[in-house]
């Protein structure tokens, strides 16, 4: 059926067209259904949504994913993907070989999918699992679908976090660490989903986040490293789209997991690469022996792959550094850049930096390039790489004013500080969005306090957002305080 | 955040707001989340996506499914709703109680679930299944989540058959010869989803079939029984919305697929119901011993919502009747009434006929009402309540006058005829929205036919259609022939 373009101004995350009722019944399509839309540059496949009076008979309204598609155009209804049969397939609990794996990914990246089946994707994998050599096709899979940065080096340094975990800052301070023994680290982050603030919330603070692909290569050369959201570099955008299906359902399957954390690493041209796996109360590996069981099989697809890769297990029972926010976890990198900070935080950014100098076979020492404000130069040059001012100050970070310090109800010994909650406090004060909210912690797990000193203050930039933060603080215990006696009776 | 409504003419299938980007950003929320619209009627949950133009700051724009929501609104992010824990722990294998299953129903029903959701939530269902348990608790949440007739009588007989052959038009034939024998029969049916005709497209042939509940009322007790489209009455929502999760990607479980049939019996108002179960190669159901073992089940189930059953497996490895598509399948169905028409569709209406009034014990012969054209009478009754011709012939039935006859090509006995072959190309040539489109079979399995002797005739109302219909039946074959010495060889 020939009909006539008509762009109409709705950002829906899928590639949607508008078609009149009168020519959807002539089409037989029904809403959510898929069709062919040949224009003069190719042919795109779009998801119908019906309308009587934004586009009259005769026209298809195309909807801002579809901006470069004019003129007369041929629609049609467009097959069930291939890749439906491969989810089928995987629902019954049959492996996918590395061809169907590439039809699934093809067909996830390029919108072919409606989301029930998005959503039947990620069941099927989180319900039957991937067995290692699925995981294997995946990453491979994954990897070859977005675009690819080669570098023109021998060495390219990169690390990761499975996250789970408040604050746990480090990358700020390891990449410029790393950056400043004379590798190159093209580090691309996340922005927050569920936390207070991702890497790439906490760094532009600093600086800009959001460049191309040439934009980073740019940077990269200039300062040896780069920060930057890796939502705009597009390295993964079939990534992007599978954890959109399994954000909502909270579904973090340790197959899709690793394919999608290497085939990140291997899109991005890195060579060796750190992964810290925090576990423990609260994080996304509860075990030690789960989390060994995960990096055996890390290791074993990097392998795959043709990438060298170390698993740091860490310590994830409660948050690292002190401060979670945008501005507050500013504040502790700063501090750590300067030679002090928070001991946990400055501790295993120096751990996992030793842990890649030792895997790229550099001989350095991430104390001294600490100490001896290596590591602070370099990333100064990279905040001005990134289009920031090299010379920021603690000072410069503004946090919330409006605050709320939260006392300990008796005296005694921390025994846990809740990642989740943590969170969600600080979400509740504003962050990531306000960059100055957020929560500062006063303790640690292990630390004795007396009744009425001070656990944490909770920052907000609007009054009515501290509030908000605050109901949540009274409803729930963020850090719990036990007596000695309560201890003693845990102990049995 | 305080919102005027501005109604937007999109007929999406979820209830979709826009939001301008800028009061998205203050809200936080992102393309597909969800939202609390607190209007003068009530709380609305609603689905998010972004514009720029289309409505400006401090407008939300709302999509038709929202029309009754007016004036200015209260818009809060939603929390995520409780049943996505549950869909969780389904993919987690653990079993739901009647509490959870009824939160599921309940958030389907208000539309609380993303499609991503949905689609895990069939997922799961298909690939952990449902215990007899968890398809009662199932049966009696969907049961309870629609509208619910109840009759003034102690007998209200209905029938349903689980689908998957071509033509089979058993329907408008049983419900008129039950209805002559005295018992009430409101029976709604579905139109086609992926078949050429659903019983209420063939049933438009002769009247209306969109109907609300109380006009449902009305024509039943005007004709003691209906045959009308369930979409219109509303009866189960909720089934409905599973069901579009389910086809895209033809998942069809068994424990979901007995709730759906069940409640929407026990909805209806039924007390006695005969089910029938087609099995063979290309039916839904494969073997004899899985027919058996699901009409246990149903019976199971049945029994405990209060629901006497009958299941009759028949075969269902070819099309029943002559015809396939509405206009053809009602000649069929009219020539069954004045006790003609195909031998296999007059059978199988009789038997299962039988098998009701047994059921239902009234001492009643469906052969004898047949032939005594009772049946016939009751069915013009029906039709005239429905607002059609209650004396409509069959050469009122025009059929697509564009025709292609296709030719044995040897000598042999009809092997197979292929029950989703004949649908495709019945639906390519027109069927189900040009009623008079489909497929006229000449022949049935077992038949001897000489080459060059018709097998089926393809009608059209459109040439082009019937191009379109040809070209499939060239690529395929819908009717198999096998010689004689073939044959021998197939014995091995």
Redesign the interface.
């Known amino acids: 059926m020939q009909l006539d373009v008509e762009p ?6 899928s590639p949607t067209v ?1 078609l009149n ?1 009168a020519d959807a ?1 002539e089409l ?1 399509a029904h ?2 259904d898929r069709v062919h839309v040949e224009h003069a540059g190719g042919t795109t496949v779009a998801i119908v ?6 586009v009259a008979p005769g026209v298809i309204g195309t909807t801002r994913r579809l901006a470069s598609v004019r003129g007369t155009v041929e629609v049609s209804l467009a097959p ?1 993907p291939a890749s ?1 049969r491969y ?2 397939k995987k ?1 019954d ?1 049959i492996e996918l070989d590395a061809r169907e794996f590439g039809r699934v990914v093809d067909d996830i990246t390029e919108d072919r999918l ?7 994707y ?3 994998v ?3 699992g991937l067995s290692l050599q699925e995981t294997m096709h995946l990453t491979e899979c994954m990897a070859d679908a977005g675009e690819v940065i080669s570098w023109d080096r021998d060495v390219v340094a990169d690390k990761h976090s499975i996250g789970g975990v408040a604050g746990n800052r480090v990358t700020p301070v390891l990449v410029p660490l790393v950056a400043a023994a004379g590798l190159t680290v093209p580090k691309t982050s996340s922005r927050a989903v569920t936390s207070a603030a991702g890497t790439a919330d906490t760094m532009e603070v600093f600086c800009d986040v959001a460049f191309s692909r040439e934009e980073v290569e740019e940077i990269v050369e200039e300062a040896g490293a780069c920060i930057v959201w890796g939502g705009a570099v597009n390295l993964s955008p079939v990534d992007d789209k599978i954890i ?2 399994e954000t ?4 973090d399957p340790p197959g899709q997991l690793i394919a999608s954390v290497l085939s990140k690493k291997k899109s991005a041209g890195s060579t060796h690469v750190v992964i810290d796996i925090p576990y423990g109360e609260g994080a996304k590996v509860e075990s030690l022996a789960e989390a060994r069981e995960f990096a055996v099989d890390v290791r074993r697809v990097a392998e795959h792959i043709g990438l060298t890769v170390e698993c740091a297990i860490t310590r994830g029972s409660q948050p690292i550094g002190r401060g979670v926010g945008p501005a507050l976890e500013a504040r502790d990198v700063l501090a750590t850049l300067d030679g002090a900070g928070p001991a946990d935080l400055r501790l295993k950014s120096v751990r996992l930096a030793d842990l890649l100098f030792e895997s790229c076979g550099v001989d350095a020492d991430a104390t001294d390039l600490l100490d001896s404000g290596a590591a602070r130069e370099r990333f100064g040059a990279i905040v001005a790489a990134q289009g920031g001012d090299p010379d920021v100050s603690p000072g410069d970070l503004s946090v919330g004013r409006h605050t709320r310090v939260v006392h300990a109800d008796r005296a005694g010994v921390v025994t846990h500080v809740d990642n989740r909650l943590v969170n969600d406090i600080a979400r509740r004060a504003g962050a990531p ?1 306000d960059t100055g909210a957020g929560i500062d912690l006063h303790c640690r797990v292990g630390d004795a306090v007396e009744a009425g000193e001070p656990l944490f203050t909770v920052h907000a930039e609007v009054p009515a957002k501290l509030d908000d933060a605050g109901s949540l603080v009274d409803g729930s215990e963020a850090v719990r305080v036990r007596g000695a006696q309560e201890t003693l009776v845990e102990r049995v």
């Open positions: 109409v101004d709705i950002a829906s995350r508008l009722e019944a037989g809403p959510l949504e019906l309308t009587d009076e934004l069930t439906v989810i089928r629902l609990d409606a989301d029930v089946e998005l959503g039947a990620v069941a099927a989180y319900a039957n959109r299906a909502p359902l909270s579904l969005k």
